[in-house]
């Protein structure tokens, strides 16, 4: 037993090879569906005449060896038979430089494994010396093979068969190929770490021609059984009864951190051993200091590129987007989307859904050990922090309470002063640990949790939120806890209830984590925009866009937070009154957001509105193309949405405005016609639609246009919603058609409107209106200015001045009705004068 | 068809090569292309991993071992398969060629020693005599000679097959292949010399028995048009050859492939045996490549329990899981890698494939023109036509275009789209 324990502790972690088939047989755990895979796979071979060619794709460590070494053990009968030839190539085949080379390495592989043969091979051999050319002796070394094949077919067992192929290059490969498909009984099977360009890429000799399988990470159980296996070897009873009972939690901490690697779990099957220990940060630090050269292969190979890709995300301790990792590393965002993607294929890092934007994807290190061991030596807190993660992973809060517990008495029992240190150091790691789990990060729950949040706050007050969340078993900080809410109200338009929450959410904020204070503070400044476009606050919005600043900042992976800014900025320039620096800026967010997905519609809907509000301002026809255009684009793909059609529709009014351009007008006009078919309800529509006809009615001098707008307006007064700039047009319009026919209003229209303005909350414009209506309307009856009269008195309360108005309805009585002719000179001079201009005018000619 | 009269065979479901004896299915197309070369040479062209090797080799083993339908008795077909992968250049090529063409000296009792003597004579090189080994002739600094070498090996052989009124396919596997890698590495005038060659042998030698069979995955079209472009080549290589496309297996070949496999391990219900092959033909469309992926992950992943469950998991695995993206990554990379140049082009041809894989029946061609606002549709809905990629149909007189294969179809648009 002793070759045995020499095997696990010594030989087993680095080099299935050398040990006995039939203890690695016995360790075949979670393997035994695979190794009778590749014994069929030979049986086929063997009985049927079957060609394989099958590729173990599995990462360093996870047991490919071990697999080869037992299926050249399992199929020796077949050998000894002469059923099969088998070429068990070396587990490194260094120096395979070209298909020369791999003929050589089948020989060295017969001659390694078959003694009896040795004396004929190597005169074979130093025939092939004695030739010339290199085509000549790699057709005489197939002739050999061939030969001494005879009619038995022949099996190559290689293990690293993409570093072979790799070295070897497509043209050698392509003449391996070829000399498969001559002698067509010629069967491979390989192991290596990843699929490389060799087998997947159209151009290569091999594309497609292997049966790939993957090796699984061992389960859990596996992992269990692995250990116990291990432990059965080594003849430790105590560690399988411990694997048993106590040791089950340490198995699935284990399990996490070696993620199912079999060589790993063989190293810390040490750890198992000496669990009793206090000097486990002792056994940490040496184990990883053991470790780290055989992860360096990782990634000594790996271009300088990747090499620092890997480093940044390592070094990150947490999944890191796309975006970040190509800024801080300094590489252009297609080379590392490119390096990420090579990366994952090798199995070094895996991607993660964000779960805050589906888009942007995640990527984090695949295996903790490999991430650790790129923190030794890099880390400025030194090992300590890696032990503290370690522990994290290791124990559970209560185990770590009692472990503290024993060494606070091992501690003050100990007299040797060095020991002291060490368990000193411990008992802080311990206490460090506890403090680390005590803190609840939440993300993933949140989606689940702001949904019961919301579905709460909709049918009740906040005040029993609380109580709720504790009866439904919802375990949330309070940092979390406010942000929800924060997020309720900022869905509800209340941004003051947003802005309390936001600030004990940020006081709460102990997670410290970039991605969640970025939400908060995304939060924060939507909130403090909406606030300041409500109050038209200057100082407002520039605290918002320090916060929203100050979230991109932390995270600048999403394309949501350059679109806020976006927004913001597009806000505050309307709010300016049109403020180009702020438009450029919002552009610059937008183009950001565009390199998370260049075909996002409402990034693209966005660009157009503020290149749009650009060429306004600048009064700049090629902005103005580029934005109308862009809304063309997205009509087209998408044409039944109304908000493209109709912000089209406006940005081309307002431009048609700048020019005086008819065309422009006409064309803005069947836009927001279009719109308003698919919207039928839309006020902005049908309002902005009217203007444009009048605009073309003016131009034209159509009067029928004209009619045509007047109704419309007239049609929006019922239509709720409705605001002075209606009455303006509609003031417009029957000036205008009076002007241009000295056409006057039909008097039930205007009675109508006067009726409007005395109902809405624009009453201040009654005044007004009614002036308008004595000077442009039919001539009134007695009724109807009667009717008038009792309008005025309802608002004279309200606005005095409306007692003067009243006396302009007396005299137009008097006088247009009843033809007094001095009933003008009852009025003071100056309203005489007035009546005289604005009324008369047009009203009694 | 001989599936029909032959017993399933143990089969395991393997990629990569294949005893001849044990290639399933492809009788019909094997009678098409012996009907056409009868009279002509044939160029077989299809995308990677469609079974053209696997064809070609079985259409070889069977011309020799006398195992070819009655109708072809009388032509006395004999045919030899060369795969060119991996000439580096002519020089090498021919010695292949000719040390190849020497193992057939049972056939046509021709004595290559002799033109091996002359070659020897020709190129004046030192060269060594093994026992059982012909002589391997390394030409690359004797250019000048080969193309005499050549003619003087198909002359003799060719004279031989007039006597004996018989007829030899030479089958040029990867023949294209080749010529692009001798084109990317600046040999394109030896690309273009040997094209040229051929023909001259092939209209020359045919009426005396001589047929070419160049095949690959690669289209000849691609190889040509390249050099046209680029070297202003005016050669018509292979004008005088019929074209020959592979395709996808019958339902009754894809449930004798399934039996083979079945017989090398697999479990199944044997009541359910008909509708699960069915199922089987209709995920994999009928091509083998599939066929042999989608038992493969039932063995591997599903205990090899053959059931419309395990079969419907094994097909989402391949269209779904990346680690099986490497089975369809050619559509994307012979796009890259042939028609890049310019870069527009390739951009234009995944947009119509990219606004295709989105339909499931056939689209106009305005239709499509419309649908992608790219340069030149036309143009490349043709190439890829002419690439295997789609299939055409007229209605109304007016083109209409699909995906070839639904499950290429369905996997550009999950994957790529």
Redesign the interface.
Known sequence: MVENKSSINNTLSFGAKSVNPEILEKLLVGRQ?TSA?LL??VK?IV???????ILVVGQRGMGKTHLLRVLHHNIQDFIKENKIVVAYFSEEEYGIDN?FDFLIRIFNAFMRWNEGDKPYLKTKIS?LQ???????RE??AE?IIE?YLNERPLLILAENFADILESIKP????????W???V???S?IATSQA?SKD?????R?F????????LKKLSYEDTLSFLIQLAEIDERKDVVDFINNKGKGQIKALHQLVKGNHRLLVTFYQFLKTNTLVKLSENFIKTINDLKPYYETYIRYLPAQQQKILRYIALKRKPQLGIDISKNCFIDQKSATKGLSELTKKNLIETITNPSNKRNKLYDINEPLLRISIEVGEHREGITALFIDFLAIYYSEQELTNRKENILQKFKACKVKSEKKDLNFEIQAIDKVIELQKIEYLVNDNYKTSELIVKYLNQNTEDGLLDYIKTNGIKISKSVYHHQLALYYLDNIDFDKVLQNIVKCNEYDNQKSDIYTSTIYLTWGLALCGIANKKKDNELFQACLEKLEYAEKLNSGSSGFHMSLAKTYSLFSKFKGGDEKALIKSLQQLEFAFTFDKDDKQIAHMKSMVLGDLAILKNEEELYKKSTESFIELIKSNPNNYENLYRCAFIRSKYALLKNDLELHKKSYFEFEKALELNPNSNNAMFFGGVELFHVALLEKDKALYSKGLERFLKLLSMPGVDRNNFDMLKLLIESIYEDFSERINKNQILNIISEVEKSDIDGLLNSWLITALKYSEIFNYEELEKLKRIVKKKNDKYPELAITENYINIYKRLVIDGEKNALYDLPKEQRLFFEENILSSSNN | METKNITP????????????D?IVGRENEITSLLRLLKGQSVSVEEI??MGK?LLV?KLAYKCNSNKLPEEFKGEKFKAK?F????Q?DLG?LI?YLI?ELKKMKEWYQIDFDKTLQSIKEIINS?T?T?E??SI?I?LPIHQKHWKDIFNKVFDDISANLEKNESKLILIF?ELP?MLW?WYKKGKQDDAMLLLNILRERRQKLEPKGLRFIFCGSIGMQIVLDTFRTKYGYTGEATNDMAKYSVGSFSLKEVQFLCECYTL??FNIIKEDKLSLWESIYNYSNGIP?YVSKLF?II??DH?KNITELTIKSAYDSIINDP?H???F??LL??IN?YYSEPLVKAESMKAILDFLSKQEEFVSEEDIINGINQEEVKTHLYTLLADHYLLREMKNEKRHYKIKYEIFRKWWKINQA
Not at chain 1, 199 to 203: A, I, L, M, T, V
Not at chain 2, 9 to 20: A, D, I, W
Not at chain 2, 83 to 86: A, H, K, L, R, V
């Open positions: 569906n895979y069929d796979a086929s009985n049927d005449r079957d060609n394989q060619f298909y025939e004695e030739i010339g050319t290199k085509a000549n057709h005489y002739s030969e043209k050698e490969q392509a003449k391996l190929r070829a498969l498909y001559k067509n009984k010629i491979i699929i087998f997947d890429s159209e151009d000799p594309y497609g021609f292997f049966n790939t399988y993957y | 065979y143990p089969l395991s479901p393997t990629s990569g090569t294949m005893q001849e044990k990677r991993r090797t080799q398969y795969t060119f992968q991996g580096d090498h010695s040390l030192p060594l093994f059982n080994l391997n390394n596997d292949i890698e090398s391990g490549f493969n063995q591997t205990d680690i993206h490497d089975k990554k050619q990379d012979r890698i």
